[in-house]
């Protein structure tokens, strides 16, 4: 369980990233928490020097979705990295544990069958608190973290 802010990072120990693209696919399901996922991340995209033009965006409409969303996306844009974000809280059934597996084993799946590397940033809680914390909350914003993990991959691309 986190107990300290997940968005605390050394800023200087970034690559700049103005000469990367980016593209962030994004979960409908829970938009308050995956909204708030986006927003970090793409504020930490600009912050390190990527351009606003060089960042995609697309929707799909819940987390399973993002495994779809992210192939098209290596297969029809050339960019460095793609970060993939979404929510699944626990309910009662064992829904929860199939599309975590599901999404975790697909992202895992396309980062070794293409040379572009995939951020997961898809928050897998206990309740809705905990995603709350951690999109924005006590927890900090993994959506920050996953974008320095993007521009951290981007460069790693270039060797």
């Not at 994004?26 to 930490?44: C, D, H, K, Q, R």
């Not at 098209?72 to 699944?88: C, S």
Request: glycine share 8%; with cysteine; net charge negative.
């Amino acid at each position: 369980m986190a107990t300290t802010n997940l968005s605390y990072y050394d800023k200087a120990s970034i690559p700049n990233a103005k000469k990367f693209r980016f593209g962030i696919v994004v979960s409908e399901w829970n938009p308050e928490i995956t909204e708030n996922l986006f927003l970090g991340a793409e504020e930490a995209l600009l912050e390190h020097g990527t351009l606003k033009e060089n960042i995609i965006r697309w929707n799909v409409p819940g987390s399973f979705e993002l495994i779809y969303g992210c192939k098209k996306m290596i297969e029809t844009q050339k960019l460095d990295a793609i970060i993939a974000i979404g929510n699944v809280i626990q309910g009662e059934t064992k829904h929860f544990d199939f599309v975590c597996e599901g999404v975790t084993q697909g992202i895992k799946d396309l980062n070794i069958q293409y040379d572009v590397p995939i951020i997961f940033c898809v928050l897998t809680d206990n309740n809705k608190q905990q995603s709350l914390d951690r999109s924005g909350g006590k927890h900090g914003n993994k959506g920050i973290e996953s974008a320095v993990a993007a521009i951290k991959m981007a460069a790693l691309r270039e060797f």
